[in-house]
């Protein structure tokens, strides 16, 4: 579906990706880890056509995206910023009802197809409520959730979380997680809506007992290169982790489930 092939990229003159290859695929929560500074998000920025690559393509099957106009762009990926700059006298509903630009006509008119997503996005993220109030009243954790629902009312393909728990208690944590594997596992009609089939989420996360309890892979960048790609159990090493955040790491066995536990030493 997403392909990355030879992706480089560099920030304020600085070399911060370095010949990328990966693939995110139908269906499947991939998750993006990382000491600070590794490349993570500007690895989203990049991917979100944001930033455009120094070198190398970013593909969805097949197209290259840097050749796509934004609309069409903004219709294949949806993005749930680390950032936000979003006026403060929007109220929740207008925020998440800006996820369906890329499909108004040329007057901004809204349908109530449109309504109607926008209503079940917000009920999915348990927002429904924040409807009427204005994002300055918002708490950070609420307008992430809010966040989360715009990037939903786009039935895109591919969805792109950057921090998405930043400022979320430990609930709404595994609540936006659990949503987001739910909407990949089964999309129901989602993604479907435009044409597509279940979508793919790249997930940066900080947190690696959360990676290890959802993400379907992993993919750890070190100093803007790929420094391992595989399953949870393949990524999740003792001395791959403790080399590569700098700190004595152990993996153990979660004695309530079956991921494993990552714990310091």
């Given at each position: 579906m997403l392909e990355v092939r030879d992706l480089s990229a560099a920030y304020s003159g600085k070399h911060v990706l370095k010949s990328l290859n990966f693939s995110l695929q139908a269906g499947e929560m991939l998750a993006v880890i990382g000491?600070?500074?590794a490349g993570?998000?500007?690895l989203v920025r990049v991917l979100s056509g944001i930033l455009p690559p120094q070198s190398g393509q970013v593909l969805f099957n097949g197209k290259n995206l840097a050749k796509l106009p934004p609309a069409e762009?903004?219709?294949l990926i949806a993005v749930v910023p680390?950032?936000?700059s979003i006026p403060p006298a929007y109220t929740a509903w207008q925020v998440v009802m800006l996820g369906r630009t890329p499909y108004l006509n040329w007057f901004g008119e809204t349908s109530p197809q449109d309504d109607e997503l926008v209503h079940l996005a917000m009920e999915r993220t348990s927002t429904l409520e924040l409807a009427p109030r204005l994002v300055g009243e918002l708490s950070g954790g609420e307008l992430q959730r809010v966040l989360?629902?715009?990037a939903l009312v786009q039935t895109t393909p591919v969805l792109l979380l950057d921090e998405p728990t930043t400022h979320l208690d430990l609930q709404y944590q595994i609540s936006l997680l659990k949503q987001v594997q739910d909407l990949i596992h089964r999309p129901a009609g989602w993604a479907l809506a435009n044409g597509h089939g279940a979508p793919g989420a790249l997930v940066v996360l900080h947190d690696?007992?959360?990676v290890a309890r959802f993400a379907d892979r992993v993919l750890l960048l070190v100093?803007?290169?790929l420094r391992a790609l595989g399953s949870v159990t393949e990524v999740l090493q003792p001395e791959l982790l403790s080399e590569a955040f700098g700190i004595a790491l152990d993996v153990v066995q979660n004695p309530i489930g079956a991921h494993p536990?990552?714990?310091a030493r």
């Amino acid at each position: 579906m997403l392909e990355v092939r030879d992706l480089s990229a560099a920030y304020s003159g600085k070399h911060v990706l370095k010949s990328l290859n990966f693939s995110l695929q139908a269906g499947e929560m991939l998750a993006v880890i990382g000491p600070n500074g590794a490349g993570k998000s500007t690895l989203v920025r990049v991917l979100s056509g944001i930033l455009p690559p120094q070198s190398g393509q970013v593909l969805f099957n097949g197209k290259n995206l840097a050749k796509l106009p934004p609309a069409e762009r903004a219709q294949l990926i949806a993005v749930v910023p680390q950032a936000r700059s979003i006026p403060p006298a929007y109220t929740a509903w207008q925020v998440v009802m800006l996820g369906r630009t890329p499909y108004l006509n040329w007057f901004g008119e809204t349908s109530p197809q449109d309504d109607e997503l926008v209503h079940l996005a917000m009920e999915r993220t348990s927002t429904l409520e924040l409807a009427p109030r204005l994002v300055g009243e918002l708490s950070g954790g609420e307008l992430q959730r809010v966040l989360l629902a715009r990037a939903l009312v786009q039935t895109t393909p591919v969805l792109l979380l950057d921090e998405p728990t930043t400022h979320l208690d430990l609930q709404y944590q595994i609540s936006l997680l659990k949503q987001v594997q739910d909407l990949i596992h089964r999309p129901a009609g989602w993604a479907l809506a435009n044409g597509h089939g279940a979508p793919g989420a790249l997930v940066v996360l900080h947190d690696l007992n959360l990676v290890a309890r959802f993400a379907d892979r992993v993919l750890l960048l070190v100093q803007g290169q790929l420094r391992a790609l595989g399953s949870v159990t393949e990524v999740l090493q003792p001395e791959l982790l403790s080399e590569a955040f700098g700190i004595a790491l152990d993996v153990v066995q979660n004695p309530i489930g079956a991921h494993p536990l990552v714990v310091a030493r």
